[in-house]
């Protein structure tokens, strides 16, 4: 069984959350985010053009041009493979784990994945950031040493709150 539903940021980009019921025992949450703002990548581009062109009037040296070009395309291309995030999914299996899986615009993927004995709770966590209160979904790790204590605190979801704490008010 799969369920939908779309949400917006605390910025208010569009997310779309899925839910899939694969059994009692087995399920998936997946976050998608929208693709790559036709917008941003003008903006960029262009700043970076105007920069480039305006060290090429005054120094009038045409590698400085094609210097421009590889940075933009280096710049997009890191960009796409390192930093943007098209998709995460959590898969929670009850006896077995939680995998949580990050797909970039490149096509790139990195998997996480906790065993149940090590997950201690499942919490929903708060920060401040500037004037607003931003609630996020974190998973505590047990401490190996101290039984009662928690090793790791472990965000889910990272991409969602890096976009809340890196948009402007």
């Not at 493979?81 to 009850?94: A, G, M, N, R, S």
Request: glycine fraction near 6%.
């Amino acid at each position: 069984m799969e369920d939908e539903q779309t949400f917006s940021d605390i910025c208010g980009g569009r997310l779309a959350l899925q839910r899939r019921y694969y059994s009692p025992s087995c399920r998936e949450f997946c976050l998608s985010c929208p693709r790559l703002s036709l917008r941003s990548l003008t903006a960029v581009t262009c700043t970076v053009w105007l920069a480039a062109y305006g060290l090429f009037t005054l120094c009038e040296n045409s590698m400085i041009l094609s210097a421009a070009i590889f940075i933009i395309l280096l710049g997009l291309l890191g960009y796409l493979h390192f930093v943007k995030i098209d998709q995460e999914t959590l898969l929670i299996i009850d006896s077995l784990g939680i995998q949580m899986t990050s797909s970039y615009a490149s096509g790139k993927e990195s998997t996480t994945f906790i065993e149940m004995g090590k997950v201690k709770d499942v919490v929903i966590n708060e920060a401040i950031y500037m004037q607003k209160v931003i609630y996020y979904l974190c998973i505590l790790l047990k401490d190996p040493v101290e039984p009662n204590g928690i090793s790791q605190v472990v965000p889910v979801f990272q991409h969602a709150e890096s976009e809340a704490f890196s948009c402007e008010p």
